[in-house]
């Protein structure tokens, strides 16, 4: 979890604290659920994580927000939701997500190492 600017006993840093607590723990009923196949229950947990952060005013940590489609809002998992691709134009090197519910694609650059 990132570590907040705010002062530790202030009471927006207990609750941006709080928020992501409650953010990790629906993500990862989110991803029990969409390996289950309950891939509804899934998209609506991920829409209630995104009105969280939105009215709590906190950012979704960058490896969940990578994780849930913008479009369509499901869990991407690789193999049941996502199909993952690495693809390179010329220096650039993406990690390339497809949903496979709405098409929508998701690049990540990335630096190849050697």
């Known amino acids: 979890m990132k570590k907040s600017k705010l002062k530790k006993g202030s009471k ?4 941006e604290e709080l ?7 629906l993500y990862n009923i ?5 390996i289950k196949g309950n891939i509804n ?7 209630l994580i995104f009105r969280i952060s939105l009215k709590n005013k ?5 490896n969940i927000k990578r994780s849930i489609c913008k479009n369509c809002h499901v869990t991407l998992v ?4 996502s199909s993952v691709r ?18 929508y694609i998701k690049r990540i650059p990335f630096k190849k190492v050697h």
Do not use: D, F
């Not at 927006?12 to 609750?15: G, V």
């Not at 928020?19 to 723990?25: D, G, M, Q, T, W």
């Not at 989110?30 to 969409?34: A, G, L």
């Open 12 to 15: 927006k840093a207990k609750l």
């Open 19 to 25: 928020v992501h607590e409650r953010i990790e723990i």
């Open 30 to 34: 989110s991803s029990q659920e969409t």
């Open 41 to 47: 229950y899934a998209r609506e947990l991920n829409e």
């Open 58 to 62: 906190v950012k979704i940590p960058l």
């Open 78 to 81: 690789p193999g049941i939701t």
């Open 86 to 103: 690495i693809k390179s134009q010329g220096k650039m090197h993406y990690l390339t997500i497809r949903c496979v519910k709405c098409g």
